[in-house]
C-alpha cells in the first residue's frame, strides 16, 4: 500500500491508525502523524508505506501485567498499545478506552492562545439561507458552525476569541449572547470588505502571541495543538493548515521534449496537492505587516513574507478531515443529507 492509499484508507474506515503487516507478519502501526510528518518532510505520496514507517514504536510483550502496560499507555499518551510476542507476532491488542474512562488519549498542556474568526462575509454560496441568517449561525446538527468551530478550539485550551463582523453582526452578537454557555468573545467592525486577513490589522497592539485564524465555512477534524507544535518547532511565521487532494487522470499521460518527441508516459496518474483549507496560526508581527485600512487577502501576506526570507509552514490533513460547507453541495453532505 502506497502513503496516499493508506491516508484515503484512514479516511474510508475513519481511523486515526492503521496495522502494516508484511503478509501475515506484523511489522509496526502507522498514524495520521507519522503520514503528516512524511508529507511535511516531501516524501512521495506515491511511495510505499515502508518507507515512512517508524519501527521503533514500543509495544509490550504478552508476560507484561496490565497495569505496567496502562503506565506506558499513559506515558506513550499512546491510542492503543499492540502486544507483540517473542517472534514479532501480533497477539492482541490494549486500545485506550480498554484502559481509561476518559476519551482522549492527550495530556498535553493547554495552550491558551488568542483565536481570531473571520465572521463578516455575506456567504453568498449559501443564498438563500444566508439572506436570513449569517453564515457563521449556519446549524451543524444542535449547534451553528460557529460553535463548533469555538468549542474545538477551546478544547485545546484557547479561551479568547476576536471575532471579524459585519453582515449581520447585530444577530451573531446577540444569537451568542442567549447561549447557555458564554465565550469571550471581542468582536471588532469590518466596516468595508478588507480581504480574507485585511481586517486583523485592526487588532495591532492587542495580540501579542502567536494566535489562532479560522474562517467561518469549515471544520478540521484535527487537534489543533499538532498545529501549533509543527509551527514552533519548525520556526514558522505564518502555517497554513492543508488539506491533501488528489486527482487521476483518467487517461495516459504523455511528456514531450523538443521537436515533439516523446520522453515519458504515464498511465492515468493520480496528482497530489495540499488545499488551503482557511485556518491559519500567524506569529503576532504578522500583524504588522498587514497594511491598515486596505484590502488584503491571507495570500498577499504569505507573499510578503516569503518575499523577506520568512518560513510559511503548511501542516497536512486528510481530505476526509475537512469537512467544507462553502456551497450547497458540501453544506448538504456535512449534515447528512444525500
Given amino acids: 500500500m502506497t502513503v496516499l492509499q493508506s491516508l484515503k484508507t484512514m479516511d474510508e474506515v475513519m481511523v486515526k491508525m492503521l496495522f502494516v503487516f508484511d503478509g501475515k507478519q506484523f511489522l509496526s ?25 517508524d519501527r521503533n514504536k514500543k509495544f509490550v510483550s504478552p508476560a507484561e501485567p496490565r497495569e505496567v502496560i496502562r503506565e506506558k499507555m499513559l506515558k506513550l499518551r ?22 481509561f474512562k476518559h476519551s482522549e488519549p492527550d495530556h498535553r498542556d493547554k495552550i491558551e492562545l488568542p483565536v481570531v474568526i473571520m465572521a463578516g462575509g455575506k456567504g453568498t454560496r449559501l443564498k438563500p439561507i444566508t439572506n436570513v441568517i449569517p453564515k457563521p449561525l449556519v446549524p451543524i446538527g444542535d449547534k451553528t458552525i460557529l460553535e463548533v468551530i469555538m468549542n474545538q478550539f ?58 489562532f485564524v479560522s474562517n467561518c465555512d469549515s471544520i478540521n477534524d484535527q487537534n489543533y495543538r499538532d498545529v501549533y507544535d ?66 488584503f487577502h ?12 520568512g518560513r510559511v509552514g503548511c501542516y497536512p490533513v486528510s481530505e476526509g478531515s475537512w469537512h467544507d460547507m462553502g456551497e450547497w453541495p458540501e453544506y448538504l453532505k456535512m449534515i447528512g443529507v444525500k
Fill in 29 to 53: 502501526i502507522l498514524t495520521i502523524g507519522d503520514i503528516q510528518r512524511a508529507i511535511i518532510k516531501g516524501i512521495d505520496m506515491n511511495a510505499s508505506v515502508t518507507t515512512i514507517l
Fill in 78 to 99: 499512546a491510542e492503543c498499545m499492540p502486544v507483540v510476542d517473542e517472534q514479532g507476532n501480533l497477539v492482541d491488542v490494549y486500545f485506550w478506552n480498554d484502559m
Fill in 154 to 211: 477551546e478544547g485545546i485550551g484557547c479561551k479568547k476569541f476576536y471575532m471579524s463582523v459585519n453582515y449581520k453582526a447585530d444577530m451573531m452578537e446577540y444569537y451568542l449572547s442567549q447561549l447557555d454557555h458564554k465565550y469571550d468573545i471581542e468582536f471588532f467592525m469590518e466596516d468595508k470588505p478588507l480581504g480574507t486577513i485585511g481586517s486583523v490589522s485592526l487588532l495591532k497592539g492587542k495580540i501579542t502571541t502567536p494566535f
Fill in 230 to 295: 509543527y509551527h514552533v518547532q519548525n520556526n514558522n511565521d505564518l502555517t497554513i493548515v492543508t488539506m491533501v487532494k488528489s486527482f487521476r487522470i483518467p487517461y495516459g499521460v504523455i511528456e514531450t521534449g523538443e521537436d515533439g518527441i516523446m520522453i515519458a508516459l504515464r498511465e492515468k496518474p493520480e496528482l497530489n496537492y495540499q488545499v488551503n483549507t482557511g485556518a491559519y496560526i500567524l506569529n503576532p508581527e504578522c500583524i504588522d505587516e498587514i497594511p491598515e485600512g486596505e484590502f
Fill in 298 to 309: 491571507i495570500t498577499h501576506l504569505m507573499e510578503k513574507i516569503k518575499a523577506r526570507g
